[in-house]
């Protein structure tokens, strides 16, 4: 299945009318597609509940957006292989959203006599395409621990190279904790 474009659907953060009722027949949403992410916490995950990384750099969006949970997952990806080859074990890395509304998809067709084949508005809830989590402004979409200078500079450049997977704006926080 392809997949539309992040502009398909609202920029602005909606949230859309999606009945899941506990008698199947008055549901709207028959199937809840499985979220893409596989894994939240990477990296040396006890450790960072020690307090060993005195680095944190968070990612923070810039504005309300929508982010699909394959663009969440292509991002885990690319870091989770990037900090590993480039750092070493020594990095936590933490997913801090979860894809819980569900976007749907009223198929159209184009093209000569296409008219014939669809049902227009009648009939437009639409099927279950994905999921996406909703972001509001400010808050933290992932977050990464480094151990010093050399990895944050590292991190650093690897975030730079993401942002382009992600469809807003984001800014790029340090915290340096004092030991």
């Not at 690319?78 to 080859?85: D, P, V």
């Not at 890395?93 to 227009?120: C, S, V, W």
């Not at 989590?133 to 200078?149: E, P, R, Y």
Request: hydrophobic share 35%; with cysteine.
């Amino acid at each position: 299945m392809a997949l539309r474009k992040a502009s398909a659907y609202s920029k602005r953060r909606v949230r859309p009318y999606t009945r899941k009722s506990k008698v199947k027949e008055k549901n709207y949403i028959k199937t809840v597609p499985q979220p893409k992410i596989i894994k939240f916490r990477m990296g040396d995950v006890e450790g960072f509940k020690q307090n060993k990384y005195p680095i944190i750099i968070k990612v923070l969006s810039k504005e309300n957006v929508q982010i699909r949970d394959n663009a969440i997952e292509a991002i885990r990806q690319y870091l989770n292989r990037f900090l590993q080859k480039k750092i070493g074990k020594d990095f936590y890395f933490e997913i801090k959203t979860y894809p819980h509304n569900i976007i749907r998809e009223n198929k159209m067709l184009t093209g000569a006599g296409a008219d014939r084949m669809q049902t227009g508005m009648s009939l437009s809830f639409g099927k279950a395409a994905g999921r996406t989590a909703l972001i509001k402004k400010g808050q933290t979409i992932f977050l990464v621990g480094v151990l010093n200078q050399k990895a944050e500079s590292e991190a650093r450049k690897m975030i730079r190279a993401v942002k382009a997977k992600l469809p807003c704006n984001v800014q790029i926080e340090t915290t340096r904790i004092k030991s």
